[in-house]
Nanobody, 125 residues
C-alpha cells in the first residue's frame, strides 16, 4: 500500500526557512514520480516542485525557482523540500504526492494518484 506522510510545516517569518519531509512507503522512487504541491485558501492546488522517476527530471514552479530545492534520500525513502526566503504568498497547505511511472508528467496535480494528508506552512509578514 502506497503511503505518504508529510512533516515539517509550521509558522515562520518572511525571509525564513523551513524544510518539509515526506516519508514514503509501499513504493520506491525509481519507478514513481513524486512531488510537492500546495493549496492556499480559495485557490486551486498547484505544483511546486516534482521529480520524475529515478530523478531524471526536476520541475520547479516559477514562483519558487531559486528559493526552494527538492531532494530525495533513497535509503530513507524520504523526499524533502527545502524552502528558503519564504514569502507570505507561500502560505498554504503543502502536500506530497506520487504517481507510478510518472516520467515526463511534470507537476500537474491532476496526474498524481497518491497523496499525503498535508502540512500547514504559514509565513508571517
Amino acid at each position: 500500500e502506497v503511503q505518504l506522510v508529510e512533516s515539517g510545516g509550521g509558522l515562520v517569518q518572511a525571509g525564513g526557512s523551513l524544510r518539509l519531509s515526506c516519508a514514503a512507503s509501499g513504493f520506491t522512487f525509481d519507478v514513481y514520480a513524486i512531488g510537492w504541491f500546495r493549496q492556499a485558501p480559495g485557490k486551486e492546488r498547484e505544483g511546486v516542485s516534482c521529480i520524475s522517476n529515478s530523478a531524471a527530471n526536476t520541475y520547479y514552479a516559477d514562483s519558487v525557482k531559486g528559493r526552494f530545492h527538492i531532494s530525495t534520500d533513497n535509503a530513507k525513502n524520504t523526499m524533502y523540500l527545502q524552502m528558503n526566503s519564504l514569502k507570505s504568498e507561500d502560505t498554504a497547505v503543502y502536500y506530497c504526492a506520487a504517481v507510478h511511472d510518472g516520467y515526463g508528467l511534470g507537476c500537474d496535480p491532476d496526474l498524481y494518484d497518491y497523496w499525503g494528508q498535508g502540512t500547514q506552512v504559514t509565513v508571517s509578514s
